[in-house]
């Protein structure tokens, strides 16, 4: 099996408003998939969704081979998260949040220290071991965030607009680590507003209105939208929208 | 289990790492009670007494001597009738009567007893009770010192009639009251603001990702602040029996369990604001005009239940301190046993699982 995400016809209303409508697509196993969209496109409904956070209208849609509806908790057990907010805790040291998630996520107390170690030297951060997170920089807070929340190694992690408010060199590094994470196996599923990121992506689907617009391979897209980058691509979309 | 193992320690790691956290949990209680503790229990001295005299005999002049001796108790007026007495009392002129009967000599040196009586105004129950203490005091060494000297055993029995408050309510309420009142305020409003702190840093979204049941993220908030509640409950014990000289008449494995079981109650409050508020200051904001005032005022720990409106007194019942007051000052001053409580206590178990339901289903409704 191939695909670790699947949906078809994927429907979230809230009262007349509907904010996911009808969305079908498949995500591949180590891939790196970009939803973009503009703000109250329906990105973070359908991201919810897919987490096992919010229950859908109707549609299908199967998570890491288990079903939205019934399953939430298995699919809570194979996937990562990290929100827009950093999402750690700023009064526990930087290992400390590491223990934490990994003990939620019932990983072993051996486990933990070991991956503990490992994750700390990947990321440099030796040093910070101790240190409480909200003395760090922003920049390495979210490098952080993004290994505490890939600590249990899950087959998908979803980022929520992971590299809002940091500088353009600290973005590079940390889709470096998405990479080195998708090398791993892990499947990448990341929202961003930055149409430079889009291009890192193997595959990309832009969201207006509720509903899935364009789905294809940044070149590709490019090509389709006559367009010379993805920026273009995304404002000739976005242009379209009622609900922006 | 592994996993709610590492949630409780972070929820220590929290606590131990905010100091206004910590303050609040560990010092308040004791500031607070001392502070209440020495506010009432001041002294009261040269209280304006009036003495009616009937006996005219040389122990009704002696006990008279030693109360106006002593320097709680300063002698107004001798009465001679209690009309005089009311006029008195009314016009605000005395705080306290002593009444000695006409065959109250003879009858001590004969039968060895001898009857007198205690008027005070209770106007303010917490004064009335106070001084017609210490005049009982006063009247017990004079007792006493017959006995040396007589070698009989002689008794001097008061009856004390409080004016205008006949159900006498206060003294030693404080300790109780205070007890009811600190754990309502760590309780309650700590953990919710706990909560909601996590709903506002975003921490909880993740939380809510990650395969943890609803129900032990609730209850390993619950954890920590039930064992330093606990802590402070023997703290406040400690101090009330050591420094304010209150006793602790009855069971203290009774005085704990009654406490753990408002502790529990007062978490599933602070639990529920939790789950329907969304920011630290809308949690803080509704525990302490929500909770604490009411708790302040309707709970029996300042003014009587009894002289309140009907209306209020309905009210007063919903309120768990109120329960928890009663039931604790009849084990703690008056030194009862379980069966004399098992009604404030079941309607403290009642409250707690029903407000612990309704936090959970509600915490689970926002997923």
């Not at chain 1, 404002?235 to 009622?242: D, G, I, Y």
Request: net charge positive.
């Amino acid at each position: 099996m191939n695909t670790v995400i699947t949906t078809e016809n994927l429907t979230k209303r809230f009262g007349d408003f509907t904010a996911v409508d009808r969305i079908s697509f498949e995500v591949l196993k180590g891939e790196i998939f970009g939803f973009l969209g503009a703000n109250g496109a329906g990105k973070t409904t359908a991201m919810r969704m897919l987490c096992g956070l919010l229950s859908p209208t109707s549609g299908k849609g199967l998570v890491a081979g288990f079903d939205i509806y019934k399953q939430s908790d298995d699919i809570k057990r194979n996937i990562g998260y990290m929100s827009q907010k950093f999402s750690l805790y700023e009064d526990l040291s930087v290992a400390e949040n590491m223990r934490l998630f990994g003990g939620i996520y019932g990983m072993s107390p051996k486990n933990i220290i070991s991956k503990t170690g490992e994750v700390l030297k990947e990321l440099e951060l030796n040093n910070e071991r101790n240190t409480l997170v909200k003395s760090l920089p922003l920049g390495i807070k979210q490098k952080v965030s993004f290994a505490v929340s890939i600590f249990h190694t899950p087959k998908i992690v979803f980022l929520d607009e992971p590299t809002g408010g940091v500088d353009p060199v600290a973005r590079r590094k940390f889709w470096e680590m998405i990479y080195q994470a998708a090398e791993k196996g892990i499947t990448i599923f990341v929202t961003t507003h930055y149409m430079d990121e889009a291009e890192y992506c193997n595959r990309v689907s832009i969201m207006v209105d509720g509903r899935i617009e364009a789905l294809d391979s940044p070149d590709k897209l490019k090509k389709t939208f006559h367009a010379g980058n993805m920026d273009d691509v995304f404002q000739s979309l976005a242009r379209k929208a009622k609900n922006s | 289990m592994k996993q709610f193992g590492s949630f409780i320690k972070k929820e220590f790691l929290h606590i131990f790492r905010d100091i206004r956290t910590m303050m609040m949990l560990l010092a308040m209680p004791v500031i607070q009670l001392i502070i209440f503790g020495f506010a009432i229990r001041t002294e009261i001295t040269n209280t304006p007494f009036a003495v009616f005299d009937e006996s005219k005999s040389t122990s009704s002049r002696l006990i008279t001597e030693r109360m106006n001796g002593s320097r709680y108790f300063d002698l107004k007026e001798n009465l001679n009738s209690f009309v005089k007495i009311e006029e008195y009392f009314r016009k605000g002129k005395i705080k306290l009567a002593l009444v000695i009967p006409q065959n109250f000599s003879d009858d001590l040196y004969r039968t060895g007893t001898g009857n007198l009586q205690l008027l005070a105004d209770a106007s303010d129950p917490n004064e009335a009770s106070t001084i017609t203490s210490y005049a009982q005091q006063i009247l017990m060494q004079h007792q006493q010192s017959l006995m040396k000297t007589n070698k009989i055993p002689y008794v001097i029995r008061t009856e004390i009639k409080m004016l205008y408050n006949p159900q006498l309510q206060s003294a030693y309420n404080f300790v109780p009251g205070i007890m009811g009142l600190i754990l309502m305020l760590i309780c309650a409003m700590v953990t919710s603001i706990s909560i909601v702190r996590e709903k506002e840093q975003g921490t909880m979204e993740i939380l809510l990702v990650s395969p943890v049941k609803p129900v032990f993220i609730v209850l390993s908030k619950a954890v920590p602040y039930l064992l330093i509640a606990f802590l402070d409950v023997i703290l406040i014990l400690l101090i009330s029996n050591n420094i304010l000289h209150v006793p602790i008449a009855g069971n203290i494995f009774l005085i704990l369990f009654l406490s753990t079981l408002f502790i529990l109650s007062a978490l599933s409050l602070g639990m529920l604001i939790s789950s329907v508020t969304k920011t630290q200051q809308a949690a803080m904001m509704m525990s302490g005009a929500g909770l604490m005032l009411p708790t302040m005022l309707l709970s029996g720990l300042i003014f009587p239940v009894e002289n309140m409106p009907i209306l209020l007194q309905i009210i007063s019942n919903l309120i768990p301190a109120k329960w928890f007051i009663i039931a604790i000052k009849d084990v703690m001053i008056k030194g009862l046993e379980f069966t004399a409580i098992w009604r404030e206590l079941s309607i403290l178990l009642g409250m707690t699982v029903f407000l612990l339901t309704v936090s959970i289903k509600q915490f689970k409704n926002r997923l």
